[in-house]
Every structure is written in C-alpha cells, then in structure tokens.
C-alpha cells in the first residue's frame, strides 16, 4: 500500500450555491479541531502519519493498540481530537501530546485522557483499494469496524442538510464547522469544501517573534503577540499569536517593535473559535486601530 497524503478541504464560502440544487449526492459532516491523521495497519505494523508525512506512532500507544483490532492492510484517513460530549476541548493539549517525545506525549495522554481519532475516510480495508470506490461505496466499510475499539470512531454523517443550518448546529454544539462532500467521488477524485466559523477581536500587541522559514533573516515579524486586556485587574495576558500579515506589514511591525519594544498597538484579528483556556484559535491579523 503506497502513503496517500491527506485530502485538503477547500473554503466553503463562495460554492453554497453549488448544493442548493443537487443536496442528495452530498454529505455533510461535522468537523471538529485536531490534528489530521493517516492510520495504517500492514505486514510491517502499525503507524501513524501527520499530514506532513510524520511518523508519530511512538507517540500514541494507546491507539497503536487499538489499531491492531482492524485487518492488516488497512489505512484509514481522520483527525485525531479531544471531544468530551461534544465540547470542544483545547487543540494545545493535542500539539503538546505531538510536540513532544514519546515518553512525554505519552505522560500527557495519561494525564488529559486518551484523543479519539475520528475517521472520515477509508482507504485500504483488509487488503481492498477502497480508494477506488465512490465515496458512498466508501462509507460502507466504516461499519466493518463500528465497536471495535474505544478510540477509533467514524465520522458520521450530519442530518440536517441545508449547509447553513448545520453549520449553525454544530457551532452551537462547538465544533469548528462542517465539512461537504461529494458522494459519487473516488478517494482521488475528492473535492471537500469546509466552512468554519470566524469571529472578530481586538487584542494589544506587545511584540513580536522572528522570522523563519522564507522570512528568516529578514527584518519582518514573524507573527505577533496578541494580548488581552482585562478590566477588572487592569494587566494584558497573551492569548494569541497574530499572523496572516503580507509583508509590508511584517516589515512595519519589525521597524515599529524594534525603534520601540515598549511600544503597545491595539489591532483588530479575525479568529475561528475561542479556547477554554482564553486563547484565539487560527488568529490573524486584519487592520491597526487607529481609534483605540
């Protein structure tokens, strides 16, 4: 079995139009905050694949274990996510848990309890290219393995199917969004389009991180440091890193920061949800408030 790497879901907001009149060939699903995940079960073992082709198997034990219930030539396609009925808990603790070396991911997900990964496609089944077949066909294997394990769990499909309204509905339910998907598709073929939710913040900026990757040595921002400020006992907590500035503002920031480390600047972010633990999620930056 080759290593597929993942499909990636398009933005949402300019297709609805698309499903308003062919709604039957196509599913909805709920999507939750995590770390993708390929999962394969073959002759050699168990392994887990992040969507950069990184192996984490040494990582998550627990689900190794687990994965050995299903047939050997299986791979799987899913998100690994710490949902609790349906409350969103925080994506920090799962990029700690992939963050660290095995012996701690491992303390961690004793300590926090164990991630479920949840399966939204089926590649390989007991040596079968599933992949082939049509989304449809594909879903029928997702019941091969329905109670097996503890933590393996597919994904299932939304009821309701006007895409406002489930997107609503799983918002109230705080998940990120909704995933659509074509039902007459082969793996290969797949086009998913996602919808999250985006709110709006204001949030101090304090400073700044370096650049890296193609902005490494440069004098620009890497991202920024979001704070928030609290009334009541009148201090700033860092809640964000700020990116998504092109870069003539990431050379403004720099220059800013730079001249002046004290200097304080409030800016308005978008960002998709908020954590329990206070912080922003996917937050990025939108315009400098001039009137604040």
């Not at 620009?220 to 998504?244: F, P």
């Not at 800013?256 to 922003?280: A, L, M």
Request: neutral net charge.
């Amino acid at each position: 079995m080759d290593l597929f790497l993942p499909k990636l879901a398009h933005p949402i907001d300019y297709s609805e139009h698309l499903f308003q009149q062919v709604k039957e060939n196509y599913r909805i699903e709920p999507k939750y905050d995590g770390i993708r995940l390929i999962a394969i079960s073959d002759d050699s073992g168990v392994h887990f694949y992040t969507r950069s082709q990184r192996d984490i198997t040494a990582k998550l034990l627990y689900l190794k274990e687990e994965m050995l219930l299903l047939p050997v030539n299986t791979m799987l396609d899913g998100e690994l996510i710490l949902k609790t009925d349906s409350k969103r808990e925080e994506l920090g603790n799962i990029q700690k848990i992939i963050g660290s070396s095995p012996e701690r991911a491992n303390r961690i997900i004793d300590e926090i309890g164990k991630p479920i990964y949840q399966v939204f496609d089926v590649l390989w089944y007991d040596g079968q290219a599933v992949h082939k077949l049509s989304l449809a066909d594909r879903i029928n294997f997702f019941f091969e393995f329905d109670g097996l394990a503890d933590h393996i769990k597919y994904v299932k499909r939304l009821q309701e199917a006007d895409i406002t309204k489930a997107f609503q509905q799983i918002l109230s339910e705080n998940g990120e969004g909704i995933v659509v998907k074509d039902l007459r598709k082969s793996y290969s073929e797949s086009f998913w389009l996602r919808k999250k939710g985006v709110n709006t913040i204001d949030l101090t900026v304090t400073g700044f991180y370096p650049a890296g990757g193609r902005y490494s040595g440069k004098e620009m921002v890497g991202s920024l440091k979001g704070c928030l400020y609290d009334d009541h006992t009148k201090t700033l907590s860092k809640v964000a890193n700020i990116y998504g500035m092109s870069d003539d503002e990431r050379r403004y920031f720099y220059q800013v920061f730079t001249k002046n480390p004290e200097v304080q600047i409030i800016c308005e972010c978008k960002y998709s949800h908020r954590f329990p633990s206070g912080g922003f999620r996917f937050c990025s930056f939108l315009r400098i408030r001039e009137d604040k």
